[in-house]
Nanobody, 112 residues
Framework: QVQLVESGGGLVQAGGSLRLSCAASGRTFVGYAMDWFRQAPGKERETVASINWSGSSTYYTDSVKGRFTISRDNAKNTMYLQMNSLKPEDTAVYYC?????WGKGTLVTVSS
């Protein structure tokens, strides 16, 4: 059974940091890009960041550029999202995505 499991969410004050992890099990994602999405209350799910298989190419939505860093460790079948200088508008459920698979999400709440 293929699973993507996110962890690392929580409550943090504005300006703080969190590191999200996405652990894949049941298969490897050789050759696949992986992504972080987020969905805030009442809003559509949006792409936050993407990374290609080798990690040589990344994409960030404009609102997180310079604050978030996506990375992956293929040996551990795990993807990360380092989030710094967090803002209240970053509050959302963050989802991991690879191929046709989605994690269940981890909640990030940033207080002002």
């Amino acid at each position: 059974q293929v699973q993507l499991v996110e962890s690392g969410g929580g409550l943090v004050q504005a300006g703080g940091s969190l590191r999200l992890s996405c652990a894949a099990s049941g298969r490897t994602f050789v050759g696949y890009a992986m992504d972080w999405f987020r969905q805030a209350p009442g809003k559509e799910r949006e792409t936050v960041a993407s990374i290609n298989w080798s990690g040589s190419s990344t994409y960030y939505t404009d609102s997180v550029k310079g604050r978030f860093t996506i990375s992956r460790d293929n040996a551990k079948n795990t993807m990360y999202l380092q989030m710094n200088s967090l803002k209240p508008e970053d509050t959302a459920v963050y989802y991991c995505h690879a191929g046709s698979y989605w994690g269940k999400g981890t909640l990030v709440t940033v207080s002002s």
